[in-house]
């Protein structure tokens, strides 16, 4: 096993190959020239292309084509069946109903609990917008409970401040892949009466004290988009332990449902292609072997990034036993930087070799969103006081401070080697030690 690299030994390095980061002419100029045993400068390469695919992916889809049965419906064998029994075995979860998309899963779910007009949905503001469309194609009232900053995920006690005698649905996400609280969660809907709902678009593979997320409530959705850790292009999930919840969601998905369950007069044809389901059964193959080299990439990048003074990486709450890493964050403190702005911060990395982005701006202060108070139709049902009054009522102000401050490596960082972790920390590191100068540029 590797030896753990110490504070004293990884700022050695740094200190080494910081000022060779050719980040700015002058900055270049008024360095020492390297000794030779320097390191290397440290740029990372860039990974693989994401998606990633080989010959497997491309004989199930050959197979698909040639069987002339494109969509689930056709009729005799089912890869959507097929991947809906291999997403649930691997999710721990009874049912599985896949859908067109990580939105199509949420839109499945709200519509199979009849979600509408007068029901208020309480949702984090760091997320991602479809989140908050989903609820209101259903005409419901999102409302935004405020972020744990150390964790970047929901508040649990600022979601119980926003419960009012309108609350019927408690929606946290499992952002960048990390679970949520679902400890106080759970207790926390159990207590009140209340639904909950997983969105754990970004997190297949996350786990909470060893068991899949997705089961702690009613269910939780999946999303197998271009960027996602699975992925088939466009597709999404629901999972389930509760038989009626699934069958509403099937009968929901496709057009006229199977009457199976009592109808509430609506639905949607969400359903997710034979495509799509044999690319995601490919990509299982690989899929846990990439986790675990996240997994790896993830502690070591983390080891090495709390050795910096200003760079405290996103923490997993108490219970989570696994992330599944779509994306690793972590906050910028730019006066540990000599006051380099973030902004500043990130080119210097990009000029080093480093992609990353600053990630969500604030949802719920977005135009987007609060265009919502304007809308015809909720000032119609909600009244124009009550949605003026909605603006304010989801200040959010951790969360402010957090966008401001947040700092995105995407899922292929964490693809590449354990070397290319230590050079990711040390550009970081570097750029530090020349922050005064790029601060002035």
């Known amino acids: 096993m590797p030896r753990p690299v110490t504070r004293r030994t990884f700022l050695g390095q740094a200190a080494g190959t910081g000022l060779a ?119 419901a009232l999102p409302v935004f409970a405020d972020t744990d900053a150390a964790s970047f995920q929901i508040d649990p006690a600022r979601m119980a401040a ?42 297949p593979l996350a786990e909470w004290h060893g068991r899949p997320v997705g089961t702690a409530g009613i269910g939780g959705c999946f999303s197998f988009q271009a960027s996602k850790n699975l992925t088939s292009g466009e597709g999404g999930a629901i999972v389930t332990n509760d038989e009626t919840f699934a069958q509403l969601c099937y009968d929901f998905h496709t057009p006229g449902g199977t009457k199976k369950s009592a109808s509430s007069g609506r639905g949607a044809n969400y359903r997710l292609t034979e495509f799509q389901a044999a690319l995601l059964l ?8 990439q986790a675990k080299t996240r997994d790896a990439n ?32 972590f906050r910028y403190d730019a006066e540990k930087f000599a006051g380099l702005t973030r902004a500043k911060f990130l080119a210097a990395l990009a000029q080093a070799g480093v992609a990353a982005s600053a990630g969500y701006t604030s949802l719920n202060t977005s135009a987007h969103v609060t265009a919502l108070a304007t809308n015809s139709h909720y000032q119609r049902l909600y009244g124009k006081e009550a949605m003026a009054r909605w603006v304010d009522r989801n200040r959010c102000p951790v969360n402010d401070r957090l966008v401001a401050e947040a700092v995105w490596f995407g899922q292929t960082k964490l693809l590449g080697s354990r070397t290319n972790m230590e050079k990711i920390a040390a550009a970081i590191a570097g750029i530090q030690k020349n922050a005064g100068e790029l601060a002035r540029s």
């Not at 990509?283 to 846990?288: A, V």
Request: net charge neutral.
């Open 21 to 139: 980061l050719g980040l700015t002419r002058t900055a270049a100029r008024a360095a020492a020239a390297p000794s030779p045993s320097a390191p290397a400068v440290p740029v990372t390469k860039p990974v693989a292309d994401w998606p990633r695919w080989d010959p497997r992916d491309e004989a199930a889809l050959l197979d698909v084509l040639h069987s002339g049965k494109w969509g689930r419906t056709a009729g005799g064998a089912s890869r959507v069946k097929e991947f809906e029994a291999a997403w649930a075995a691997r999710m721990q979860a009874r049912h599985c109903i896949a859908t067109s998309s990580g939105t199509t899963a949420l839109l499945t779910a709200l519509g199979a609990l009849n979600l509408g007009p007068g029901d208020e949905v309480i949702l984090p503001p760091y997320t991602f917008v479809a989140t908050f469309n989903a609820i209101t194609a259903s005409f």
């Open 162 to 203: 926003a419960i009012t005698p309108a609350t019927k649905l408690l929606l946290p996400v499992h952002i960048a892949g990390t679970p949520a609280d679902l400890d106080a969660l759970t207790a926390l809907a159990q207590s009140r009466g209340l639904t909950l709902l997983e969105d754990a678009c970004q997190a």
């Open 298 to 329: 993830a502690a070591y990048l983390s080891q090495l990034l709390r050795q910096i003074p200003g760079i405290t990486p996103a923490t997993l709450p108490a219970g989570a036993t696994r992330s599944a890493w779509h994306l690793y964050m």
């Open 282 to 289: 490919a990509q299982l193959t690989r899929f846990e072997a």
